[in-house]
């Protein structure tokens, strides 16, 4: 089973600063299947990033996701009030599919 | 529209056994695996296993492999989640999410709340 290390677990920014997220995996993702997700409270994920880097349908793109192998990073370049949220990051490229254990971004 | 409709919360006491749904509408049912992924109540996703409803074939988590059941029913477009063996620790949030056998989730359900309590 691929662990995914989230880090850093809360990150206190404020609006119109650059937030870099990180996700580290105990084993190289396949393929780099690697997503991200954004919830809020009482809502289901959304899909942000799918493919380490490429945006979903209707993603700002302030968002952006890079790396490969076992080391990835969500970025968004300027939060917005509605981005402080919690971040998750998932591997589908083995089975059991995996999720990290999410950073949240809370406004400093 | 396109979305996945659960069923409503469920209150179970130890050792009962769920089951929540899931109805796909605005799409083909048999195009697309559901995954059921769980969150505890403060707590982070865990991914549960799949099903195809095309053929009902299945893949679950080990952690899970003695007490849960996925199955379908292709007529009313709907699949469904079995949890058996209830304890206060499956107390969570149940979501159904669309993909394919290795695919991330565009479309999530609304979640289902599971409590577990005597």
């Known amino acids: 089973e691929i662990v995914l290390t989230q880090s850093p677990g809360t990150l206190s920014l404020s609006p119109g600063e650059r937030a870099t997220l990180s996700c580290r995996a105990s084993?190289?993702?396949?393929?780099?299947?690697l997503a991200w997700y954004q919830q809020k409270p009482g809502q289901a994920p959304r899909l942000l990033i799918y493919?380490?880097?490429s945006r979903a349908t209707g993603i700002p793109d302030r968002f952006s996701g890079s790396g490969s192998g076992t080391d990835f990073a969500l970025t968004i370049t300027r939060l917005e009030p509605e981005d402080f949220a919690v971040y998750y990051c998932?591997?589908?490229?083995?089975?059991?599919?995996?999720f990290g254990g999410g950073t949240k971004v809370e406004i400093k | 529209q396109v979305q996945l409709v659960q069923s409503g919360a469920e209150v179970k006491k130890p050792g009962a056994s769920v089951k929540v749904s899931c109805k796909a509408y605005g799409y083909t049912f048999t195009g697309y695996y559901i995954h059921w992924v769980r969150q505890a109540p403060g707590q982070g996703l865990e991914w549960m296993g799949w099903?195809?409803?095309?053929?009902?074939?299945?893949n679950y988590a080990q952690k899970f492999q003695d007490r849960v059941t996925m199955t379908r029913d292709t007529s009313v477009s709907t699949a469904y989640l079995e949890l058996s063996s209830l304890r206060s620790d499956d107390t969570a949030l149940y979501y159904c999410?669309?993909?394919?056998?290795?695919?991330?989730?565009?479309?999530w359900g609304q979640g289902t709340l599971v409590t577990v309590s005597s």
């Open positions: 099903i195809t409803p095309n053929s009902g074939a299945t």
């Open positions: 998932q591997q589908y490229g083995s089975s059991p599919l995996t």
């Open positions: 084993q190289s993702v396949s393929s780099n299947y």
């Open positions: 493919g380490a880097s």
């Open positions: 999410a669309r993909g394919y056998r290795s695919s991330a989730f565009q479309l």
